[in-house]
Each structure stands twice: as structure tokens, then as C-alpha cells.
């Protein structure tokens, strides 16, 4: 129980200006990946994920994927 607690104590990143939802930051190419790492650092250390959108959830997968995968058409 102890564990749990302090994995949610850890303390929450900036959140840039100008964006309404964790979503619009990871679909923002402007928006540097430091900042978008530092997110995903935070959220992945979480026992539940209660506090996010699946929007929000699915944006970081789809950044961290189109980061290291390529889709070519053949």
C-alpha cells in the first residue's frame, strides 16, 4: 500500500500553455518531445489510470509508435 502511494506522489509535469487536454499536446508537432517524455515517464509509473481520457491514453501510444514505426504502402 505504501508503494502505491508514493508512485502517486510523484510530482505532475508542466503542462504547457495553450493546450486543453494531454491529447492536444501529444498531437502537437510544435510541442517538444522533452515535454511529451516527461508525460509519458509520469502516467506509465501510475497503478490506475483513472485520471486521463482514453483520448489522452490513445495520443501518447500513437506519438510513442509513430516515433519508432513506419507504415509504407506496397
Do not use: S
Not at 54 to 73: C, G, P, V
Request: glycine share 6%.
Amino acid at each position: 500500500m505504501l508503494h502505491v502511494q508514493l508512485m502517486m506522489d510523484l510530482p505532475k509535469p508542466d503542462k504547457p500553455a495553450g493546450y486543453a487536454t494531454i491529447a492536444q499536446l501529444f498531437e502537437d508537432d510544435k510541442c517538444p518531445i522533452e515535454v511529451k517524455l516527461k508525460w509519458i515517464g509520469w502516467v506509465y509509473k501510475f497503478q490506475t489510470h483513472n485520471g486521463f481520457t482514453k483520448n489522452d491514453l490513445l495520443a501518447m501510444i500513437r506519438w510513442m509508435f509513430e516515433q519508432n514505426y513506419e507504415f509504407r504502402r506496397g
